[in-house]
């Protein structure tokens, strides 16, 4: 079955096709390319599913931060305060009290579901392979409050064959459809779950693609935080029972 056939197939309501796919992600490398934001889009972009945006970062940890924590019952207060303690900058050298994290998001395209699923993994080191965050620390940093997100798991990467932390992708449909009107579905999708995976937050110049034609109608999109949390909410509790 080619690619045509493919997406022909898994087209409909809150589904993106893998035209769509190859499509945003390459208005999102170009974006990332003006302001030096390291996503890259690597594979076989001819064939669906073999193609996946990447992204690399290195931070610093604080020593009060709660991933220096090996203890993963530890309740976190203040997550919001803490989180934004990561710093990262790859040119500056830590802090005495500052260890490193190195961190990947890969964003691939499901063939099963017809949509985007976001796979990542972070290292409390160096190097990667050593010393990896598990699923437990990495729900320690999920606010449920805000997001209600707690369908992360551990899976194989479908195209590398290697462990990655992944977001379930059973809730996307109805994120999509939330954002129907948007320029790009992927950016509208990321700035969703993001935060689900160790606090990836999009900077604000990625959202003017998904502006659409009147740019005053942009705010119908994205009026504001509140209103993202409000339709994420609603579409959770709508899908709750499919991700069980």
Known sequence: ??????????????????EEFVKDAKDLVRRSTEISDN???QGDKAEPGQAYLVRHAKL????????RDDDETTE????DELLTTLREDPFEAPGETESPLIMEHHILWSISYSVPVLFFNAWKSDFPGINPITVEMARKLVSHEELNYSELSQAI?????????QLHPCMTQELLQITAKSKNKLV??????GPAALNLHLPLEYYELTFIEDRKMADVIYKSDEDHTE??????????????
């Open 1 to 18: 079955m080619n690619s045509s056939e493919l997406s022909n197939d898994m087209d409909g309501p809150g589904t993106v096709t893998w």
């Open 39 to 41: 996503w890259e889009f």
């Open 60 to 67: 610093f940890i604080p020593q009060d931060h709660p991933l």
């Open 76 to 79: 976190i207060d203040k997550r």
């Open 157 to 165: 990467h479908p195209i590398l064959g290697t462990p990655f932390l």
């Open 188 to 193: 509208s999708w990321l700035s969703f779950v």
């Open 231 to 244: 339709n994420l909410d609603t579409a959770i509790c709508n899908t709750s029972e499919k991700c069980q």
